[in-house]
């Protein structure tokens, strides 16, 4: 009897040394794993068409184009892989349940462009045929926080904004609007950015990505070509089209 104790307690002890040794091991592979989700994005963004020399590594995420954000801990779109970005757009769409009624909360540091916010919002939600909305909420849950953001990456250029696409079937997390740097900008203007941002969120590419030198996208099925006049242009903060145009309409009737 007491002989089988000990071996109680002698196993006992095992056991617990073995799930010491666990719990170590675990904390130590945590940071690797965060690791290996940020190479994985890597080649999310790599595999969208986008060259490894137009990624920008910016800390906990990577800028590609300009104004295009990926965060190093977003989930992975599951159709990722062999993905591009036909109007143009990244091959991955906000779901048909949350294109209903896509969140947008306003950061306080955001909230004296909100004429400018709802501007923007009543053109994407104005879209015939088209049963995306979004709106506004007041408080959490929300699919989209949109903030001021002193944007001074990637170096050397002047970003007006910047926006992530959709994953996972979501819209695109997060816009950061350099407010400072589009003040100057006539209301229609500073309209046009935040536009034009939560049109990434949707998952539109930049309509001109071939006259700015960026990767190839994928054509929104029947909507080809360029044009001049649509909102999704890029590298035109404050010179580029206010509204969306007829192609621009057509390419959200077609994805949404
Ligand atoms: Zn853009």
Request: glycine share 8%.
């Amino acid at each position: 009897m007491k002989n089988n104790l000990k071996k109680i307690a002698v196993v006992a002890m095992v056991a617990l040394v073995i799930a010491a040794c666990k719990k170590n091991q675990e904390s130590t592979t945590e940071p690797q794993e965060t690791v290996k989700n940020s190479d994985k994005v890597l080649q999310y963004i790599k595999d969208l068409g986008f060259p490894a020399t137009s990624i920008v590594d910016n800390g906990n995420e990577f800028i590609v184009e300009e104004d295009i954000t990926f965060p190093k801990n977003m989930e992975i779109p599951t159709n990722g892989a062999g993905a591009k970005t036909e109007q143009y757009y990244t091959g991955s769409i906000v779901n048909s349940t949350k294109k209903l009624n896509i969140r947008i909360f306003v950061d306080p540091s955001m909230t004296s462009m909100s004429s400018e916010i709802n501007s923007a919002i009543a053109q994407w939600n104005g879209v015939t045929g088209s049963t995306l909305r979004f709106s506004i909420v007041t408080t959490a849950p929300y699919d989209i926080l949109i903030k001021d953001e002193a944007l001074t990456a990637p170096p050397g250029y002047v970003t007006c904004g910047m926006a992530q696409f959709p994953s996972g079937g979501s819209a695109g997390a997060l816009v950061r609007i350099n407010k400072a740097g589009i003040a100057g900008n006539s209301f229609a203007q500073r309209a046009r950015t935040i536009c034009h941002e939560f049109g990434h969120c949707i998952s539109f590419r930049h309509t001109n990505w071939s006259a700015q030198g960026e990767s190839t996208a994928t054509n929104v099925p029947g909507v080809t070509g360029t044009d001049a006049l649509s909102l999704m242009n890029g590298g035109q903060c404050g010179s580029g089209a206010t509204v969306l145009s007829q192609k621009d309409k057509d390419a959200t009737a077609v994805l949404y």
